[in-house]
């Protein structure tokens, strides 16, 4: 609206301009037409025919070369020369005792008087400047200037009523869900914006918020339930250490010191496991999970993991198909990755798990086989949620937390790789780990 109204000023100041330009060249021309007029009746009569009476919005001079006034009409008279002689072009003159303004225009007429001389003057060029008063040029301004300042104003009053009512309107539906939105709170989070079903932009910002208050209303589901499941976790160790302790003091004959430090040693690590997968969480909710890259040989980790297990299982663990496998990454991450899968694999395992890891082109491929029951297809993507156990009871039982495969994911989505779940040659689940090898520094 700011730019219309300073077009609109603009636009009626070039007119006035160009008005007050035109009125002005038409008046000049007027002067230029009796400047004529007169060099033709002096060519044709003499000075002697010029009349002194006129107009007074009109005037006359005749001067020699000399610059001595040779005739003049009424108004002209006893101001002296107006124009000086031989000037080739016009100019303008104030009248005091006219109060007015004249434009002048000088045009040359070369004559010879002869014996008929003129108040002195015998034979040689003279200039004839005629004069026309400006007074119709100020009134037609003064007349229009109002009315084009009244039509700004009419047209900037308007233009400021028909903004208000459009704009007012057709922002009318984004007050609604202005309102709507700031009505949400955490308690209400289910509410959603009137979609007005139209495919303009008013539909997409409905279809837009819709969409930004379903995500909202995920991410609190899933904080609550993270929350939820991370207290249960916490709660479960800390009644058993306090269970335990409680034992000790009533009963003293019944747990013995060795007992009880065995039990805070377990139930201890365990509260350490479980903290430092929910930093490990929390840092890849924020995107700030760092990643410190180099060389990493994925096959060490593997066998070291491998021999780990046959000493601490009675899993039987194949681990002939580990090849030489080298990824760009951190080695601590990625060390939790392999201990997370290979104790997930031994926990379900009926009685074998296999390793394997092989490089082709720019991937590595490590896959975890085991002979337990496997994961059904539909449960194979939650299985990735936080705290998600297929069987509960087995999974707390065996020390299990339900955040081993989503730090998984998260550190080998941070990794640039992949991660899937599927059926296992061994009859059981298959673990699928893809990430991008290391380049050769031969290459």
């Known amino acids: 609206m700011i730019a219309v109204g ?5 636009g009626a100041l070039v007119f006035l301009l160009l008005l007050r330009t035109a009125l002005t060249d038409g008046v000049r021309a007027s002067a230029e037409r009796d400047a004529a007029s007169i060099v033709q009746e ?83 060029e003279l200039t004839v400047i ?58 209400n989070l289910d509410r959603r914006v009137a979609d007005p079903g139209s495919d303009d932009e008013l539909g997409r910002l409905a279809q837009t918020m819709n969409r930004m208050l379903d995500r909202l209303d995920e991410s609190q589901k899933s904080q609550r339930r993270f929350i939820s499941d991370a207290s249960h976790e916490l709660k479960s160790p800390l009644a058993s250490l306090r269970q335990y302790a409680e034992v000790a003091r009533l009963y003293p004959d019944r747990v013995t010191a060795a007992d009880l430090s065995d039990a805070v040693l377990d139930e201890g690590a365990r509260l350490e496991r479980l903290v430092q997968n929910m930093l490990v969480l929390a840092h890849a909710d924020e995107h700030s999970l760092a990643v410190t890259r180099h060389p990493v040989d994925l096959d060490d980790l593997l066998l070291a993991e491998a021999a780990r297990l046959r000493a601490s299982t009675d899993v039987t663990i194949d681990s002939s198909g580990i090849g030489a496998g080298r990824v760009l990454g951190d080695s601590s991450l990625l060390a939790q990755v392999v201990r997370n899968l290979a104790d997930n694999g031994a926990r379900h395992a009926t009685g074998r798990l296999a390793l394997a890891l092989s490089e082709a082109g720019t991937m590595v491929t490590l896959l975890i086989d085991d002979d337990g029951p496997g994961i059904d297809k539909a449960d ?59 380049a050769d520094p031969a290459q």
């Open 6 to 10: 300073v077009a609109l000023v603009f």
């Open 42 to 124: 002096i060519e044709t009569s003499g000075l002697a025919s010029l009349s002194d009476e006129g107009d007074d919005d009109e005037l006359f001079q005749v001067v020699d070369e000399s610059g001595r006034v040779l005739a003049a009409s009424e108004t002209a008279e006893g101001l002296g020369m107006l124009l000086a002689p031989g000037a080739d072009d016009g100019g303008t003159v104030r009248i005091v005792d006219e109060d007015a303004t004249f434009v002048l225009e000088p045009d040359d007429v070369d004559t010879d008087f002869g014996d008929n001389s003129v108040s002195g003057a015998t034979s040689g």
């Open 130 to 187: 005629a004069g026309r008063s400006t007074e119709e040029v100020s009134d037609t301004l003064g007349t229009v200037v109002p009315l084009v300042i009244a039509a700004v104003v009419l047209l900037l009053a308007l233009l400021a009523a028909t903004t208000w009512f459009v704009v007012g309107r057709a922002l009318r539906p984004v007050d609604g869900m202005r309102r709507e939105v700031d009505a949400v709170s955490a308690t």
């Open 380 to 438: 194979r993507e939650r299985v990735f949620d936080r705290f998600v156990r297929l069987d509960d009871a087995r999974a707390r039982e065996a020390g299990g937390s339900g955040l081993g495969l989503a730090i998984v994911r998260e550190i080998v989505v941070a990794h640039g790789g992949s991660v899937r779940l599927g059926d296992s040659s061994l009859g059981g689940a298959r673990v699928e780990i893809r990430l991008p090898a290391a």
